[in-house]
């Protein structure tokens, strides 16, 4: 998948949009709180793909968290 920053949406291999639906608040078993970004596919119906990029009765869904996002591309580790 490729993400477009401009738009905050991935883009799957069918060229399908993956949108920005919602933010939940998730809770580690150490007590560490985060946000999360979900993101779902317009539509995988007929996609060629869905067998291989989900398991999913529906939609393609996605679930990111910025932070964590961040910390991996930062350099300095």
Same mark, same amino acid.
């Not at 539509?43 to 990111?64: D, F, H, M």
């Not at 961040?70 to 350099?75: A, S």
């Given at each position: 998948?490729? $993400?477009?920053?401009? !738009?905050?949406? $991935?883009?799957?291999?069918? /060229?399908?949009?993956?949108? $920005?639906?919602?933010?939940? /608040?998730? /809770?580690?078993?150490?007590? $560490?709180?985060?946000?999360?970004?979900?993101? &779902?596919? &317009?539509?995988? &119906?007929?996609?060629?793909? %869905? !067998?291989?990029?989900?398991?999913?009765?529906?939609?393609?869904?996605?679930?990111?968290?910025?932070?964590?996002? &961040? %910390?991996?591309?930062?350099?300095?580790?």
């Amino acid at each position: 998948m490729i $993400y477009d920053q401009a !738009a905050d949406e $991935y883009i799957c291999h069918n /060229n399908k949009r993956i949108k $920005y639906v919602s933010q939940i /608040n998730r /809770n580690s078993k150490s007590g $560490y709180q985060s946000k999360v970004k979900v993101y &779902e596919c &317009e539509s995988c &119906e007929g996609c060629e793909y %869905k !067998a291989l990029c989900t398991k999913a009765q529906g939609n393609r869904k996605v679930q990111v968290s910025p932070v964590f996002v &961040e %910390k991996r591309n930062h350099k300095g580790f």
